[in-house]
């Protein structure tokens, strides 16, 4: 699968290809927040919601209006120009999570959808974890969602999660939350930061 800077050297019009057909669906009446509701029924009224990998800001705008503190952050700012026109009630930075460009935290609950993990480079993927991990409340919860058969297993994901300090807490195949099943060709990963008991760790 390639990464969105390899997609963006082989076509410079994939951005703003990519925002027209968000745009379409949109204007076609199709659900395009369904990852949004899931969060927002998650979350208490009010809650500081980082969206990783915001791309046009579909889903972090959704939750701003509903009355949210929403922060997102995305690699492309041409997605990110559009997220700040049309949904001005959140925050939008440009950032690679790769790099650990992430808003400061903490954050109570973490989005990260539209296949982003599948988007990142083989050698990111565990420091965008660590650097998600190190901006969620010590009560937040991380929901991460991408599909099969883009070079990153689910079981290398999970490896990757638990190394930068994460835990499960709910495996799905959906957003409609439909539980994981091992024929499943999506991944809905919900994941808490992992508690130090005392006596135990740093």
Not at 50 to 60: E, K, M, P, V, Y
Not at 67 to 73: A, E, Q, R, S
Not at 85 to 105: F, I, N, R
Request: include cysteine; charge should be negative.
């Amino acid at each position: 699968m390639p990464t969105w800077h390899e997609m963006l050297a082989s076509n410079p019009d994939h951005s703003e290809n990519y925002a027209a057909r968000w745009r379409a669906f949109a204007a076609e009446g199709r659900d395009i927040v369904g990852e949004a509701r899931t969060i927002d029924a998650m979350a208490e009224r009010g809650s500081r919601i980082l969206d990783a990998g915001c791309g046009t800001g579909r889903i972090g705008g959704y939750l701003a209006e509903r009355g949210h503190t929403v922060v997102g952050v995305d690699l492309d700012p041409v997605l990110i120009d559009y997220a700040r026109k049309d949904y001005p009630d959140a925050e939008w930075h440009v950032g690679d999570l790769t790099a650990g460009e992430v808003p400061d935290g903490p954050f109570d609950l973490i989005v990260c959808a539209g296949n982003v993990m599948g988007f990142l480079p083989p050698e990111g993927r565990l420091p965008a974890l660590e650097a998600l991990h190190g901006v969620l409340g010590p009560h937040g919860r991380a929901v991460i969602g991408f599909g099969a058969g883009r070079g990153y297993e689910f079981d290398d994901f999970f490896a990757d999660a638990h190394a930068a300090g994460f835990v499960d807490s709910l495996k799905l195949e959906s957003w409609d939350l439909k539980p994981l099943r091992s024929t499943s060709s999506f991944l809905v990963a919900v994941l808490s930061p992992r508690m130090l008991l005392p006596g135990f760790g740093g």
